[in-house]
């Protein structure tokens, strides 16, 4: 499949490395369990700030699991057990008296199917500002602009904001959800193959968007689509039943992997 992603082996210069940006999570020794099903395992993972940071590997290898234990979405299933910790920003998110409203202000999600909820395009991306009490018109309104601007769809939908969102198209769709998650001003975006129910053109303008998003925000993607890491990320670790088998700068991944199992997945021979 992606024997192109795999170029000639060359020795890694220390220079092809990117620069450390600050740490936004840091994962240590990270286990959890749903019931009797060990999917996670001792998952040790430090996501810089401000880059795209993409998780790749076959299904069931825990790509989900890992990016829904960050902003501890995985709680809702009573079944599931952790241990070790996740920090996010210095403190751990499993501490007692961490508010999970507070993480998720923090940390917003996009999940593999848009899901807007049955509003207004406006009403869908003022949601969350309300919920935090904006009450003012006129600052709404800002908001939303700004929103929408951020994730590039203003223009499509400037004339349209009293429309119900379930007349976008999906691509659209993708990129309303991803400004309403702008709208509550978050400091990491978690996608879950954000293109996956997405056609080719609007793939590309969420890659373009995700590029661009990465000025102001950390992202963390889950793909399938190996091209894609490629692409749009800096770091790329490869998972493999729950473990994290290699995690690198992503021109490295994919040009010189250190672990034979990367390199078979990377070039299509199993997933
Ligand atoms: N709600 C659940 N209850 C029980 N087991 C689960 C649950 N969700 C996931 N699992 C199991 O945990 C493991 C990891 O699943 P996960 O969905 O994180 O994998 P994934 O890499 O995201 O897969 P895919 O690419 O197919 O979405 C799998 O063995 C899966 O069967």
Redesign the pocket.
């Known amino acids: 499949m992606a024997q192109s992603l795999l170029k000639k082996k060359k020795p890694v210069m220390a220079e092809n490395k990117t620069e450390a940006k600050p740490t936004v999570y840091d994962t240590k020794k990270l286990n959890l369990w749903?019931?009797k099903?060990h999917?996670l395992k001792d998952i040790d993972l430090e996501i810089q700030e401000r880059s795209v940071t993409a998780i790749i590997?076959p299904?069931?290898?825990?790509?989900?699991?890992?990016i829904k234990t960050l902003n501890r979405m995985v709680e809702m299933?009573p079944?599931v057990r952790t241990t070790g910790e996740v920090q996010y920003r210095g403190r751990n998110i499993f501490d007692r008296n961490y508010y999970v409203e507070e993480l998720r202000t923090r940390v917003g999600m996009v999940f593999q199917k848009p899901n807007p909820f049955p509003k207004s395009i406006f009403d869908n991306v003022a949601y969350g500002p309300k919920i935090h009490g904006i009450r003012d018109k006129k600052i709404l309104k800002q908001i939303v602009e700004k929103s929408l601007r951020g994730a590039a769809i203003w223009d499509e939908v400037k004339d349209r904001l009293n429309e119900n969102a379930y007349g976008l198209s999906g691509g659209q769709q993708q990129r309303l959800c991803i400004a309403r998650c702008l709208a509550v001003e978050p400091d990491v975006i978690l996608m879950d193959e954000p293109t996956s129910a997405l056609d080719p053109k609007s793939t590309l303008k969420v890659e373009e968007l995700v590029q661009d998003l990465k000025k102001n925000y950390s992202i963390i993607i889950?793909t399938?689509n190996m091209q894609q890491a490629a692409r749009i990320s800096d770091k790329t670790a490869f998972?493999l039943n729950?473990e994290v088998v290699e995690y690198e700068d992503t021109n490295l991944i994919f040009s010189n992997p250190n672990d034979k199992r990367t390199e078979d997945y990377i070039t299509g021979r199993f997933g």
């Open positions: 749903y019931g099903t999917a590997g299904s069931g290898c825990g790509k989900s699991t890992y299933n079944e889950v399938h998972f729950g």
